[in-house]
């Protein structure tokens, strides 16, 4: 499987001296679909700027083997999603949910909305204080609930009760 997104050695501080990405290395494969979670201020929308070259941090982004990070110059497809079910309301929710599943190519989605992440993604990528904490199988974890209260998140409803009717977790999750 071919990388989509090469980081390495990615650190970026905003002009006021707040560090907000910390030696970031990251590898997302061609069309796999990644959950990016942690608690505000983790640095999850850093990441997705510096990826999309409205912030350049130090070091290293390939998209799809080239250096830069012009997403519209490469390819292959790489969707990045920041809060995408923020202030949505059921419905509305849904429907992006489902648009999510629907789409082919590389997904990137940061949020809070582990919901959606237990519905959406393969892997999971959580930060904290702009480092990676952990990174693997969405259903690992997710399930983790030590893990993510130890980094102020709470387990996804639909994975703490599982017999919540009209739930199908994608893929091999």
Request: proline residues 4%; contains cysteine; negative net charge.
């Amino acid at each position: 499987m071919e990388k989509a997104v090469e980081i390495t050695g990615l650190s970026y501080t905003y002009p006021e001296g707040a560090a907000a990405l910390l030696n970031i290395d990251l590898d997302i494969f061609e069309g796999e679909s990644v959950g990016l979670i942690g608690p505000n201020g983790c640095g999850k929308s850093t990441l997705l700027l510096n990826l999309n070259g409205i912030l350049k941090g130090e070091g290293s982004i390939k998209v799809f083997g080239t250096i830069g990070t012009d997403l519209q110059e490469f390819e292959g497809e790489i969707i990045c999603l920041d809060g995408p079910t923020l202030n949505l309301d059921a419905k509305h929710r849904r429907q992006v949910i489902e648009l999510i599943r629907e789409r082919e190519g590389t997904k990137i989605i940061a949020t809070h909305d582990l919901d959606l992440v237990f519905e959406t993604c393969s892997r999971v990528i959580l930060m904290n204080a702009g480092e990676i904490i952990r990174q693997g199988n969405a259903m690992e974890i997710l399930g983790d609930k030590v893990l993510l209260e130890e980094n102020d998140l709470e387990q996804p409803e639909r994975f703490a009760n599982p017999k919540n009717p009209g739930f199908y977790p994608l893929g091999d999750n």
